[in-house]
């Protein structure tokens, strides 16, 4: 395990899309591979296979898993029945995905070797690929068609070898400048890039601070953006928070909640330095399924998260897809549905929901894997103050009853405040106050910091205050304004 000194400058790349990129290339790369195959002349009988020498480039380009390296094989395998003029073609359908598995094999375990810092692998996948796959191809044609020992050992085999050969000069004359291209198209992350991407997993990655959440010098840029969205963040959720984001729009809060999320920096491309911990892992080293299990999020546009007919197959939908034992599923809907207050809507179909109880529905879905963290983005932009108000009441028992450590994204503070005990100020992507409600409230009067926001009641007290009063308690909500001026005998 490498040990990382700076984990402000530990970079992590990731595209968005990466996850269909192999598709992309491999079919753009097997299309020319066809074309090739098809009107390229032969030497002598000997042509390079040029299916294999175009799957063996996107393989090296995209990396793809085992599993999709047989998918690959299979493609070219097809390819290569439907055009061949073989008297057995059908051995393409065991030999094409065993070159790909080779191929694969080859690029993910020997790719330290390089000549003068260049990457050796089209070479050696085309002359490998080749040689697997036409070994395994003319051993099946030989005992399909019972070809005798002389012409196999003498003809056969040796043409598979030189074909290889060719293959090996080949692949990397194609491999360049598609990598050049596709590098040039936005596609491909280049070279250099490549080098620090996406891969953590050799990295001894721990936090230094105790928490649910630790972020450590957080930086995040969007993909074809310049400027970071999140600058040098650092903060600490503990157990039991109740936290307010705010900030002017544009300055950062959705990012920092999909970066607590994994959202940020695996599903997003772009590039993230410094580090997100969930429970003490390192989020580069975990997958968004497994930290889902950990931290439950409500997006903005919660109604895009609802997908089945009725209340009950929506939380059965949600589990099922968290991989949940059918066993336990219907225990989980029970006790989620309870949470929220929605046992009497059980069967009810969601179009007969209003947008409260959508919500409500929303939060159950995420209740019911049991995460000990909820991520809330502006839970009450469409809600009526009637709404927002049972919403923070609901989130507020989730807290104190059930334990839950809640984040809250938010634009208007009035409601939210009086239950959180902690507000985090951004600004153009930077913590800039990160303390209890009043202190936060305060740095924003003061430093003139989206002052819109600050709530009325809380805003009258700091004018009485320049004018002179003074306040036993803070008026963070209209209840404390009331507390306050109680004890003050007024
Ligand atoms: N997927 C994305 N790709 C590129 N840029 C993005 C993406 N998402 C957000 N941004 C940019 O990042 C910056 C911060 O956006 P973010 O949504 O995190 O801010 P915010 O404080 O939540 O804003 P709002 O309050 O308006 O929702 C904005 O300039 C936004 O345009």
């Given at each position: ?12 790349h ?11 290339i491999?079919?753009l ?7 090739l ?14 299916t ?42 065991i030999?094409?995905?065993?070159g790909?598995?080779?191929?694969t ?32 191809f ?12 002389s ?31 596709f ?8 070279l250099?890039e ?8 050799m990295?001894?990655?721990k ?57 940020i ?32 999020a ?10 089945a007919?009725t ?5 059965a ?15 989980a ?13 059980r ?8 947008g ?57 503070l ?16 930077k ?8 202190t ?5 009067y ?11 009641v809380?805003?009258c ?10 306040f ?19």
């Amino acid at each position: 395990m490498k040990q990382v000194e700076d984990i402000a400058a530990l970079e992590f790349h990731h595209r968005q899309g990466g996850q269909f990129r192999w598709i992309t290339i491999t079919t753009l790369m097997l299309a020319i591979g066809t074309i090739l195959h098809l009107v390229s002349p032969s030497v002598g009988g000997i042509t390079p296979n040029w299916t294999i020498a175009t799957y063996c480039v996107a393989i090296c380009l995209t990396k793809p898993s085992y599993r999709q390296a047989v998918g690959i094989g299979l493609v070219a395998a097809l390819v290569n029945v439907l055009t061949s003029k073989s008297g057995f073609p059908y051995g393409n359908l065991i030999s094409e995905p065993m070159g790909a598995l080779t191929c694969t094999f080859i690029v993910k375990n020997l790719s330290f070797i390089k000549i003068k810092g260049h990457s050796c692998l089209p070479v050696l996948t085309g002359f490998a690929a080749t040689c697997m796959s036409g070994g395994i191809f003319v051993t099946i044609l030989k005992i399909v068609m019972g070809l005798p020992n002389s012409v196999y050992f003498a003809g056969m085999l040796p043409l598979v070898v030189v074909i290889g050969l060719l293959n090996a000069v080949v692949t990397p004359v194609m491999y360049f400048p598609a990598l050049r291209l596709f590098v040039a198209r936005g596609i491909l992350d280049s070279l250099e890039e490549q080098e620090v991407a996406s891969d953590h997993s050799m990295y001894d990655l721990k936090p230094s601070q105790e928490g649910l959440i630790s972020i450590e010098h957080l930086t995040y840029i969007y993909n074809k953006r310049k400027q970071p969205v999140l600058d040098d963040v650092s903060m600490v959720l503990h157990k039991g928070d109740f936290l307010v984001v705010t900030g002017e729009s544009g300055s950062g809060k959705s990012s920092l909640c999909m970066a607590m999320t994994g959202a940020i920096p695996h599903y997003f491309g772009g590039v993230m330095k410094g580090m997100v911990y969930v429970d003490g892992k390192a989020t580069t080293q975990t997958t968004i399924s497994d930290l889902a299990g950990r931290v439950g999020a409500m997006l903005d546009d919660y109604d895009s998260q609802l997908v089945a007919m009725t209340v009950e197959e929506e939380i059965a939908f949600s589990l099922e897809n968290k991989g949940v034992a059918p066993e336990k599923i219907e225990a989980a809907i029970t006790e989620a549905l309870e949470k929220v207050s929605m046992t009497p809507y059980r069967h009810r179909p969601l179009s007969n929901l209003s947008g409260g109880q959508r919500q409500r529905l929303v939060i159950a879905g995420v209740l019911a894997t049991n995460p000990d963290i909820l991520v809330f983005d502006e839970p009450t932009s469409a809600l009526d103050p009637e709404g927002t108000h049972a919403f923070y009441e609901l989130i507020h028992e989730l807290n104190v009853k059930y334990g839950h450590t809640i984040v809250v994204i938010e634009h208007s503070l009035e409601a939210a405040l009086p239950y959180a005990n902690r507000l985090v100020l951004l600004d153009e992507g930077k913590i800039v106050c990160d303390a209890d409600v009043e202190t936060t409230l305060r740095y924003m009067y003061d430093h003139d910091i989206y002052k819109s926001a600050i709530p009325q009641v809380f805003a009258c007290q700091l004018d009485l205050e320049k004018a002179g009063c003074t306040f036993p308690v803070p008026w963070v909500s209209t209840e404390a304004a009331v507390d306050s001026l109680r004890q003050m005998k007024i």
